[in-house]
Structure formats: C-alpha cells, structure tokens
C-alpha cells in the first residue's frame, strides 16, 4: 500500500497548491494558503522521495537511478523560498 499512500500524498499536496494559486488569481492574499500549500509541498516530496528510496533498496543510492536525484533535490525544497519552520510561523500566525 505504500504506493498508493505516496500518490494521496502528492495529489493532496497539488491541491493545496491548485487552491493557493486560484487564491492568487482571485486576487486575494495568499499568505496562508500559499505557506500550507508550500510546507506540505516540500515535506510531503522529501518523504515520497524517501519512500521511492526505500522501494528501490540499494538501487536507490545509485546515482544512475532517477530517485537518488529526487531524493536530493525534494530536501533543497524546505529551504529555498522560507524554511519549514517559517512556514510553521506564517501558518500560526494567520490562525491566531
């Protein structure tokens, strides 16, 4: 079942972005939306990319396989453009 988790998660995750860029074009501020679409973005790809690591054993370290460069570049995700963390904190804050 772990690959039928792993899609749930990537279609959640493209939801949550679908809704903060319709958010976006309607004008309105995306603050919040845009943070939760971009924290569960960036660790739900670190987390399926860790998983496709997993299922491909030691395969998945090896370089010539896709899924060593997607388990490097989904970790770059939770720094560029605002940390977890700060994402955690615009969360907070749009809900106090």
Not at 30 to 58: F, P
Not at 63 to 75: I, L, N, Q, T, W
Not at 82 to 89: A, D, L, M, N, V
Request: with cysteine; hydrophobic share 40%.
């Amino acid at each position: 079942f772990k690959l039928a988790d792993m899609y749930v998660k990537i279609t959640a995750a493209k939801l949550l972005v679908m809704k903060a860029a319709c958010e976006k074009d309607e004008g309105k501020d995306i603050a919040h939306s845009g943070s939760m679409a971009k924290l569960y973005a960036s660790e739900t790809a670190l987390e399926v990319a860790n998983e496709a690591v997993q299922i491909h054993g030691g395969n998945g370290y090896v370089a010539e396989y896709h899924v060593e460069r997607m388990m490097r570049d989904s970790k770059i995700t939770q720094i560029y453009e605002g940390t977890s963390e700060i994402q955690r904190i615009v969360i907070s804050r749009g809900l106090v």
